[in-house]
Each structure stands twice: as structure tokens, then as C-alpha cells.
T-cell receptor, first 116, second 114 residues
Framework: DGGITQSPKYLFRKEGQNVTLSCEQN?????MYWYRQDPGQGLRLIYY???????QKGDIAEGYSVSREKKESFPLTVTSAQKNPTAFYLC???????????????FGQGTRLTVV | AQSVTQLDSQVPVFEEAPVELRCNYS??????LFWYVQYPNQGLQLLLK??????LVESINGFEAEFNKSQTSFHLRKPSVHISDTAEYFC????????????FGKGTTLSVSS
């Protein structure tokens, strides 16, 4: 089945440790995104990538890093510089990189990160 | 700047009653609008979208939304809800930049009881 796989579903880390969240897609989509979801806050864009080896900061990139070495993979690292890392993280992809095109985003099942 | 406002954070209704979840947006250029649904501890699923053409769009499970340019609204409606519709609903607009990334509202929790 085609889709977006995020792993793990639940993740616990100690404060001060870096942690990497995995996101893999087999939809052959060009664009990939990371969003953070907090209760009552909706989803906020962390990073996005429209092509391999290129990515851009979103609205809340501080304390996060990403890489896009392969089209199907877009891992997110939550660093110790992120002040409030506990949240639900969602990865998404879309076949289009923008312009006058009509496409929607497809989402993974999310990773719930808890930092203690 | 673009933004999305969902006017109700929580909407409690009884089964088989009609419901409307309200969404207003601000955008200065072409508008692509979406409604997503999220069940607990899961990702988002697309419910319906407005890209162009008819201002009334429908989903396969009975929801519909109407794009109203003059009122900058994209309200979601269903004439008769089921218990299984209980979920969080997000309205979103595609960003003018950042590829096809979205700007989301803060969500509306729909609670359907019998």
C-alpha cells in the first residue's frame, strides 16, 4: 500500500537529548513537510522540502533540523535547543511543489514525543 | 498575512442533528481551501477541498462546504450527524509561498452524543 510511514508512534526522551523522528513515503511525492500539533493550537509548519537536497524553514524551525537526502525520506531531529519539544509531530507529502496546481497534502499517523 | 480562523473550538450536538463548523480565512491571492478530519492519536485525513469551479463541494460521507468569497468563509455542514463523526476538524488554506504547505486553523472538536 502506498502511504506515509512515521515511526515510532510514541517516543520518550530525557531533557537535553536530541531525537530523530522518521518519515518515509512511497507515493513518489516531490514535496514533504513537518508540522507540530499542540492542543488547541492547530498545526504549525516546522520545515518543508520541495526537492531532494533542499529544504526551507517554516514558522517554528528553531530547535529543529531536517535532511532530504532521498526523495522518499524526510527525517526530523528535535534538538536540545527546542524549549518545549513535547508535542504530536505530523509528516505530510504532496505530489506538487506549488504554483498553479491543485493538490492536497497526505499525512502520516504522527509521532507523539514526550520529553521528561 | 494569511490566516485561518475557526470560530468554534468545541461543538456538541446530538445524533441526527444538523451541524455547521465555521471557518474564515484571509488571503490576498488565489485561494485553495481544505477541511481535514482527525481521529484521536491519528494523522489528518482530507475531508473535502475547494480548488476552483463550483463553490459547493461535497465529501463522500455527507459533509459539504461552501466557498463564499465575499465573506471569506468556507463553512462545513452536515444535515444529520452520526456518533462516528465525533472527531477534530481542521480548516486550512494553502500558503501563497512554501510550495503546497498549509496554514491551519486551531481546530473544532465535534462531539456527537446519543
Amino acid at each position: 500500500d502506498g502511504g506515509i510511514t512515521q515511526s515510532p508512534k510514541y517516543l520518550f526522551r530525557k531533557e537535553g537529548q536530541n531525537v530523530t523522528l522518521s518519515c518515509e513515503q512511497n507515493l513518489n511525492h516531490d514535496a514533504m513537510y513537518w508540522y507540530r500539533q499542540d492542543p488547541g493550537q492547530g498545526l504549525r509548519l516546522i520545515y518543508y522540502s520541495q526537492i531532494v537536497n533542499d529544504f526551507q524553514k517554516g514558522d517554528i524551525a528553531e530547535g529543529y533540523s531536517v535532511s532530504r537526502e532521498k526523495k522518499e525520506s524526510f527525517p526530523l531531529t528535535v534538538t536540545s535547543a527546542q524549549k518545549n519539544p513535547t508535542a504530536f509531530y505530523l509528516c505530510a507529502s504532496s505530489p506538487s511543489t506549488g504554483g498553479n496546481t491543485n493538490t492536497e497534502a497526505f499525512f502520516g499517523q504522527g509521532t507523539r514525543l514526550t520529553v521528561v | 498575512a494569511q490566516s485561518v480562523t475557526q470560530l468554534d473550538s468545541q461543538v456538541p450536538v446530538f445524533e441526527e442533528a444538523p451541524v455547521e463548523l465555521r471557518c474564515n480565512y484571509s488571503s490576498s491571492v488565489s485561494v485553495y481551501l481544505f477541511w481535514y478530519v482527525q481521529y484521536p492519536n491519528q494523522g489528518l485525513q482530507l475531508l473535502l477541498k475547494y480548488l476552483s469551479g463550483s463553490t459547493l463541494v461535497e465529501s463522500i460521507n455527507g459533509f459539504e462546504a461552501e466557498f463564499n468569497k465575499s465573506q471569506t468563509s468556507f463553512h462545513l455542514r452536515k444535515p444529520s450527524v452520526h456518533i462516528s463523526d465525533t472527531a477534530e476538524y481542521f480548516c486550512a488554506v494553502r500558503r501563497n509561498q512554501a510550495g503546497t504547505a498549509l496554514i491551519f486553523g486551531k481546530g473544532t472538536t465535534l462531539s456527537v452524543s446519543s
